[in-house]
């Protein structure tokens, strides 16, 4: 009987750090090599990573988080960031996946935001489209027009492009 694996936490880095610098995320450890793990989540900031991708690990930090270094194998998986503002996570949860049953696509939810990972057997922008679609048939409170999507963001292989936290040296 081969051993169940627990969830590590690993840390994608975020390009566009006007929100955060980075996101932690669940993965498998990859049982062909220790530094290595699946990604386990649909990321919602981290737009050169995606759900199922293969991906290099450095070492822990001083918690036990390893930062996501580089993409070894990419799921082919691509994902985008639905903003909801006001209307409802669950009723928009509900009409892609009658849609789109899973695996076809993931969700996961976070304070007003969707972040949508598509499979890639199937088109992300019928995805997108249905997203749109779904908005306009919306009454939203006057005034509130915070809604849309983010681009589609594919996995990048190799180097993540940016550099890892760097250690310290002792004081000199």
Do not use: K
């Amino acid at each position: 009987m081969r051993p169940e694996h627990q969830n590590i936490d690993v840390r994608g880095h975020v390009h566009s750090s006007a929100i955060c610098s980075s996101e932690t995320m669940a993965a498998l450890p990859d049982p062909a090599d220790r530094n290595q793990a699946i990604v386990q989540n649909v990321p919602f900031f981290v737009d050169a990573v995606n759900f199922g991708d293969v991906v290099r690990l450095g070492a822990p930090d001083e918690i036990g988080i390893r930062p996501i270094e580089a993409v070894v194998i990419p799921s082919g998986c691509v994902h985008f960031v639905a903003l909801i503002g006001a209307l409802s996570e669950t009723a928009l949860t509900e009409h892609l996946v009658g849609l789109f049953p899973f695996p076809e696509i993931r969700i996961e939810s976070g304070h007003g935001l969707l972040a949508i990972s598509v499979h890639p057997d199937l088109a992300p922008e019928e995805v997108v489209y249905e997203v749109f679609d779904w908005f306009e048939h919306q009454e939203p409170p006057p005034g509130d027009d915070d809604f849309g999507v983010t681009n589609l963001f594919e996995s990048e292989v190799g180097p993540l492009g940016y550099p890892p936290r760097a250690n310290p040296g002792p004081a000199t």
